[in-house]
């Protein structure tokens, strides 16, 4: 079966980086887009970014734009989030998802999810 699982979350003080990372097993991961969401605490869960099975399509939502980056190593079956000038209204817990369909990127379409990692940002 499909798994994915994140890392990389923790502690880190407003303008500093993070990295996670999402290992995803159970199928031919370069036929898949990936993406990352995050839900912080009383909020919906909202999307951050998502990269297209090839790599070669990116999206960001407006607040992460120009600070995180969605890269992917289809070698290492790997999605990426690079986030660096952290803020403390990035703190959420962050989810890596993708759809149980090859070759979709519609938002509506990922309903593979990870456990979360949390990312916390200190002012």
């Known amino acids: 079966q499909v798994q994915l699982v994140e890392s990389g979350g923790g502690l880190v003080q407003a303008g500093g980086s993070l990295r996670l990372s999402c290992a995803a097993s159970?199928?031919?991961?370069?036929?898949?887009?990936m993406g990352w969401f995050r839900q912080a605490p009383g909020r919906e869960r909202e999307f951050v970014a998502t990269?297209?099975?090839?790599?070669?399509?990116?999206y960001y939502a407006d607040s992460v734009k120009g600070r995180f980056t969605i890269s992917r190593d289809n070698a290492k079956n790997t999605v990426y989030l690079q986030m660096n000038s952290l803020k403390p209204e990035d703190t959420a817990v962050y989810y890596c998802?993708?759809?149980?369909?090859?070759?979709?990127?519609?938002?509506?379409?990922?309903?593979?999810w990870g456990q979360g990692t949390q990312v916390t940002v200190s002012s």
């Open positions: 998802a993708s759809p149980s369909r090859p070759y979709v990127r519609d938002l509506g379409a990922f309903d593979y």
């Open positions: 159970g199928r031919t991961f370069s036929n898949y887009a």
């Open positions: 990269i297209s099975w090839s790599g070669g399509n990116r």
